[in-house]
């Protein structure tokens, strides 16, 4: 199995990037894990993110597999 660990410091980037910007701290980890789920290569994802945006990350990442927080 392949371990990923994803490392965001700060605060949401939807909440201070322009549009071009928006989102690029989840982008990455949602385009990677479809790759690995469409390609079946069995992996486990590691979002690590500040204690006091974890409640806005689960959210948003809710809705994928094999993704912890």
Not at 7 to 22: D, F, M, V
Not at 39 to 58: G, M, P, Q, R
Request: contains cysteine.
């Amino acid at each position: 199995m392949t371990i990923i660990n994803y490392i965001w410091i700060g605060q949401p980037s939807s909440e201070r990037y322009s549009l071009e910007a928006k989102n690029h701290d989840v982008s990455g980890v949602i385009k990677m894990l479809n790759l690995l789920q469409k390609n079946k290569i069995h992996s486990a994802v590691y979002f690590w993110c500040l204690d006091e945006y974890e409640n806005f990350y689960t959210f948003i990442l809710l809705y994928l597999r094999n993704i912890s927080l």
